[in-house]
């Protein structure tokens, strides 16, 4: 099976969790658990070619124009990662299974897990430096959802908006870095970068890169000064909580530093900043574990403590110390894996995590204590376990550590004072739960044993554990040739896993961490168990979490500023400044770069003159001068001579040979006139007529704005007309013209260049104005669903209204699409209803005929779309509905999935994103039939066009039909006791 499968496997199991009923428990854990086994046991075959030294690619061609492929790869170190991040990932979801209450929201709870699982799967293969960027924030987003699930708590909302807003951030900054990464080699393919290392070391721009990519690397993997986030997230459901911070989301960041050691490792930078950072986690997540009470938050220091030792090894710019980090990687998953899974246990059954509350716990649940007390035994470095080789590693590092004289002193004592700490934090967790006086009768619930298969996912992990502490070489050695080896650049450094490795100094230290850390423990065990000691001067002089909220305080007041500024509920000032700035930079730009290229004339002969163009464009002119002059007394009236305006565009277009721009803009016009007539009658009055202009200053300053504002559409217009001139008058051959039409035919399988242009060559472009234009309509809908017009008694009276009030109900009016009274054409419903299937002949026509003559879906859906309005106008928003059953989200929805469907099957054929296919088919009865894939491209944009436009009169037709209402008879029903005797005898 291919490398794309350990990746869409889980996002597709997503989708199916969701969708599932909410009290099928085991359904939903079943499914995601043989997905996340399936994709481990896919992975796990692929060791034998890994441990080689091969590396599995697999490549889907996206823009190769711009070296952005999909590229999946798979070498020994990715398949390390992704054996952790599926294989723990089927433990958590047999694990959940039993921990979920039937109660929560389970569906929503796989479904987030599965993406969650698929986007760092798409982290550790990612074979271009963009797409890990992609996933890199797919992983934050998932992580946010699973850390706000339970959303009715306040702490899992902050704690889940914390840990985005700082991963985000710094995955903005990663962007930037991976940018200026692959300028600097010339491309954003991993294998390529990796092979640059020296090129990107000797580059001005090399510390630029270092610090931009570290920022993302830091901010994942919480390290200081960003490793306030990490705690917080503990209110996620246990679950989440081994998956993300065991093996997962907090390891992304050291995987990215493992990741790019061969390309940024080896330099002075590198190891300050690496280092630093790494050692002052390291000792801030230990010390501060120690003081925990709540179980999680112990775990989630001591988490940050060992992300530190990983990140210190990484910033010693030693090969064999790249080594250690890999290997306490692994191990570290394990253990902490299983005692995140413990505490959920202890929590599950007891009904508290607090420390104090809880003391001799191995009476009632002996096998919970019993791998507990191992796995913690692990944390702590104890011989005989995983967690005694690896950082036996490293403290073997720290004293062969080559820097500064004061450095290589001080690392060795920093590593076993460290060392102390997660003994004491590891007695805490076992000797302080499990043994001591018994105090169940205590607790909220009587403590007993899980169900066998909740702790089937610690004892797999405990038995790693021992098997890698007590046989490191047959466990474990060939797996860590295999994942270390492309970190070190592919030259494994000589290095021995044995148990033993004689008396020496790293042995030495190990047992003086150990000895130190029960002195340590007996010493504290006091004043830490009452919770004296819940505040120490060290931790309360660290105010990164402080710093984080006067951070985000000033960027919302500094935001809240900038909209007084800039903000206002008037149309004309925002437009301004808009209309400004654009002149301004195109201004600045043509000043820096000459006028020349503008003022200068080509050599292109001009058309002859004709007065018949002459005088369209005069009306044109005249019409527009009059939607001017018009707007300041009437909308409506301004609204009309705007359309007159654009039918002059529109026969301009057709003058100039240019019929689908022409038909375009005709369907544009008449969706959009009837929209922004929808939405007239809701805009307030203009700011002047509401304070009387009763002084000299008054009128003097609505004469300036006038000026300023007439000054700059000159401008505006002219510099448009200037562009356009210089542009039209070139040589044909000096534009971008023949590129196209030569091409439209033989590779676009289509004679309309602009629809092959849209659909093909500017497919992508495509892809992006729909997606657009649905989002707008999206946020449109959902702003007027919060939206309440004023009640009847405050709307304006009909000479002040900017939309008569007749005209606007009458817009809605069931009978007739005009009020009798005021002498308007009354139209029968039934003959404009006879108009809809008429246009949708139409529309089908004009789709059809796209690919080869003017027309297209977006004109196609526009055509429909105005027959929908007309329905709306005649039978009112509620009968169409009734009627119907449009649902335009659901058009749009599908809209999206042809179209992006319709790109990605180029992939099957091994072609780019978006590459056309043309075939002929011959049909019986109608002979040989071209079809090109372009086709269905079309069908996504004409349904997202009908869909978009839909929503938008939808949402606009219920506040018409909210705000202005006619007046109806009073029934009895409606009346008061005491008046509906009179009102049921027809007395008023």
């Not at 002969?605 to 004709?610: K, N, Q, Y």
Request: include cysteine; aromatic fraction near 10%.
């Amino acid at each position: 099976m291919p490398l794309l499968s350990l990746v869409a496997l889980p996002f597709l199991g997503s989708l199916l969790a969701a969708f599932l009923p909410a009290n099928a428990r085991n359904t939903e854990s079943t499914l995601a658990g043989l997905i996340a086994l399936a994709c481990a046991v896919q992975a796990a075959m692929y060791f034998p070619e890994v441990a080689a030294g091969g590396v599995i690619r697999q490549e889907f061609n996206w823009l190769p124009s711009l070296g952005l492929n999909f590229v999946l790869r798979m070498d020994g170190y990715a398949w390390m990662f992704s054996m952790l991040v599926l294989g723990i990932g089927a433990l958590v979801m047999l694990y959940a299974r039993y921990y979920m209450s039937p109660a929560d929201p389970v569906p929503r709870f796989f479904s987030f897990l599965l993406a969650f699982m698929g986007a760092m799967s798409g982290v550790v293969l990612s074979g271009n430096l963009i797409q890990i960027v992609l996933f890199w924030e797919l992983t934050s987003l998932f992580s946010f959802l699973l850390i706000g699930y339970w959303h009715h708590r306040r702490d899992a909302r902050r704690g889940a908006r914390m840990a985005l807003t700082v991963t985000g951030a710094g995955g903005l900054c990663l962007l930037a870095g991976m940018l200026v990464l692959g300028h600097i080699v010339g491309s954003y393919d991993l294998d390529v970068v990796l092979a640059s290392g020296v090129q990107v070391r000797t580059h001005p721009l090399y510390t630029v890169v270092l610090v931009l990519v570290l920022l993302g690397a830091l901010t994942k993997s919480a390290q200081f000064p960003f490793h306030f986030w990490l705690p917080h997230a503990m209110a996620a459901p246990t679950p989440v909580s081994a998956y993300l911070h065991s093996a997962t989301m907090v390891k992304a960041g050291v995987f990215l530093m493992a990741r790019l050691w061969p390309v940024l490792a080896g330099t002075d930078e590198w190891f300050w900043l690496v280092t630093s950072a790494g050692l002052a986690t390291l000792l801030i997540g230990g010390f501060a574990a120690i003081f925990q009470h709540d179980l999680k938050g112990l775990l989630a220091y001591s988490t940050l403590s060992h992300l530190g030792l990983i990140t210190t090894l990484l910033g010693l710019n030693s090969p064999l110390a790249a080594v250690a980090a890999v290997f306490h990687i692994l191990n570290h998953a394990t253990f902490k894996a299983s005692l995140f899974m413990a505490v959920g246990i202890i929590d599950h059954e007891t009904g508290t995590r607090d420390i104090r509350r809880l003391s001799g716990l191995r009476r009632a649940m002996p096998i919970t204590a019993t791998l507990a007390c191992v796995a913690s035994a692990a944390m702590a470095g104890v011989p005989l376990l995983n967690g005694f080789i690896s950082k036996e590693m490293f403290f073997t590092e720290a004293v062969f550590v080559t820097a500064t004289p004061l450095f290589e002193r001080l690392l060795p004592i920093v590593a076993t004072v460290a060392g102390m700490f997660s003994v004491v934090y590891s007695l805490r967790f076992t000797a302080d739960v499990f043994f001591g006086p018994d105090t169940c009768a205590t607790l909220p619930k009587r403590p007993h044993e899980p169900p066998h298969w909740m702790r089937v996912p610690i004892e797999v992990l405990v038995l790693a554990c021992l098997l890698v502490g007590v046989a490191p070489q047959w466990a474990v050695q060939d797996i860590l040739n295999a994942a270390a080896a492309p970190v070190v650049g592919g030259h494994l450094p000589a290095f021995d896993l044995a148990v033993w490795h004689g008396f020496n100094l790293p042995l030495v230290m190990s047992f003086v961490a150990l000895a130190g850390g029960i002195v340590l423990y007996a010493l504290l065990r006091g004043p830490m168990h009452g919770g004296h000691l819940q505040r120490t001067p060290l931790l309360s002089q660290i105010r990164s979490k402080q710093i984080f909220h006067d951070v985000l305080a000033w960027l919302t007041a500094l935001s809240r500023r900038a909209l007084r500024l800039f903000g206002t509920r008037r149309l004309q000032p925002q437009l301004l400044l808009l209309v400004g700035v654009t002149v301004g930079s195109a201004t600045a730009t043509l000043w820096l770069h000459g006028l020349g290229p503008v003022v200068s004339t080509g050599t292109r002969p001009p058309l002859t003159f004709s007065p018949m163009f002459a005088l369209l464009w005069a009306v044109g002119i005249g019409a527009s001068l009059g939607a001017v002059w018009q707007a300041k007394y009437h909308r409506l009236t301004a609204l009309a001579l705007m359309s007159v305006s654009g039918l002059v565009t529109v026969v301009t277009f057709a003058w100039f040979s240019a019929p689908d721009l022409a038909l375009t803009q005709l369907s544009v016009e008449a969706v959009t006139t009837v929209l922004i007539l929808l939405g007239l009658r809701w805009l307030p009055k203009r700011l002047e007529e509401q304070v009387p202009r009763r002084n000299w200053w008054g009128r003097l300053k609505v004469r300036t704005r006038r000026a300023r504002d007439l000054t700059l559409a000159l401008l505006s217009g002219l510099g448009m007309a200037a562009l356009s001139y210089a542009l039209m008058t070139r040589p044909f051959e000096q534009t971008i013209s023949p590129f196209f039409l030569e091409r439209a035919l033989p590779e676009g399988g289509g004679r309309n260049v602009v629809n092959v242009m849209l659909v093909d060559f500017r497919g992508f472009d495509t892809l992006g104005e729909i997606t657009v234009l649905g989002v707008v309509a999206l946020t449109v809908y959902a702003l007027l669903r919060r939206f309440r017009p004023a009640p009847e008694s405050t709307v304006l009276p009909p000479q002040q209204q900017a939309v008569p009030a007749d005209l606007a109900t009458d817009l809605i009016n069931p009978h007739m699409v005009a009020d009798p009274a005021q002498g308007y054409l009354m139209v029968p419903a039934v003959l404009v209803r006879l108009v809809l299937p008429l246009a949708a002949v139409v529309a089908v026509y004009l789709f059809m005929r796209g690919h080869n003559a003017p027309g297209g879906g977006f004109v196609a859906g526009l055509v429909l779309s105005t027959a929908f309005i007309l329905q709306y106008i005649v039978s009112g928003t509620q009968w169409v509905e009734a009627h119907m059953h449009l649902r335009p989200q659901r058009w749009i929805a599908t809209g999206l999935l042809i179209a992006t469907a319709t790109g990605l099957g180029a992939f099957a054929l091994g072609y780019p994103f978006l590459t056309t296919h043309t075939a002929h088919v011959h049909l019986p009865l109608v002979g040989d039939f071209h079809v090109a894939s372009a086709l269905f491209y079309d069908i996504g944009v004409f349904a997202l066009v009908v869909g978009a436009t839909l929503l938008i009169l939808t949402a606009l037709g219920h506040q018409s039909v909210r705000g202005h209402r006619r007046p109806r008879q009073a029934s009895a029903a409606d009346a008061t006791p005491e008046v509906a005797p009179a009102l049921a005898q027809g007395e008023h």
